[in-house]
């Protein structure tokens, strides 16, 4: 039978939590010490690991029929292949950041000025679209230490919680992009392959909306019941069964994550006891 190959990167930010996903959508590897190359055991899955920069010419290619990459990587390469799926893990940013004692007011200030990056094709176009003209100096690391050394009046990098701005005495002023890890397909896939990557984003959105999602249940006094339940529609609507004691009843739901604290407090203001939360393995929605 054919194998759906995947491509992931080999050691950085995305390879962990990768290969998490996969492990948590029922496919495990062959082999724990990542070579170049591994078969899983329990689905038709191959995974192939290559730098992240290599990625999306590689399933351009068909090398790799998908692969798992950063959406900064996908737009600087600008390789035609499809987005398939977004995985909501190594989220950041990408922003333009100037030393912190450099005065600023908008995009404007940048005309004229050197801004070094690792991502010239995102800047460029970037900056073509609102009319700013600078040099962008391609560097391929520690972009961050390009101004204090000289190089550049300006930085366009990745950020993600700030820091090594701060320590290298800079300051972001314009977000240009938000990224996280997305799947990336050939375009050209055969049906066969089509349908085993069906199955994998499948498990994959299962296993998202079930880290999204809690399973509750409570006791809520019956002169509530309608409250409560509206508070928490679940997937379809939730389970109420009579408790033994009257007046009461069990009501069973769905959560989601984001919600959470603010339906909390509105259950325990609604009179609901003993709620209890239980993390959700997989969801099929
Ligand atoms: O070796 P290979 O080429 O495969 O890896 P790489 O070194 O090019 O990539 P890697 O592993 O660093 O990052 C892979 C992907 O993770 C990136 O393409 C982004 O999509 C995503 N990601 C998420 C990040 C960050 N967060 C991040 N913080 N990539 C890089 N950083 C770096 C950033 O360059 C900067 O130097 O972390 C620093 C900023 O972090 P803060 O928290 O101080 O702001
Ligand atoms: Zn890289």
Redesign the pocket.
Known sequence: MEKLRIAI???????EKSLLLLKEAGISLNNGSRKLRSVAQTFPLEVIY?????IPQYVEDGVAHIGI?????YAEKECKVDLVERLAY???RLSIAVPKSESYESLEDLNGKRIAT?YPVILEKYLQEHGVKADIHILS????LAPSIGMADAIF???????????NGLKEVEVIMR???VVIANQNLDADIQAILYDLIFRIRSVMAASNNKYILLNAPNENLQEIINTIPGMKSPTVMPLAESGWSSVHSVLSEKEFWSVIDRLRELGAQGILVIPIEKMIV
């Open positions: 990167q080999k050691s950085g930010r995305l390879s290559l730098r992240d920069d290599d990459v950063g959406e900064n990587e190594s989220r950041c690792s690391g520690s972009v961050e990098d990745i950020v993600s919680s700030g820091s090594t701005l701060i320590s990224s996280e890890a």
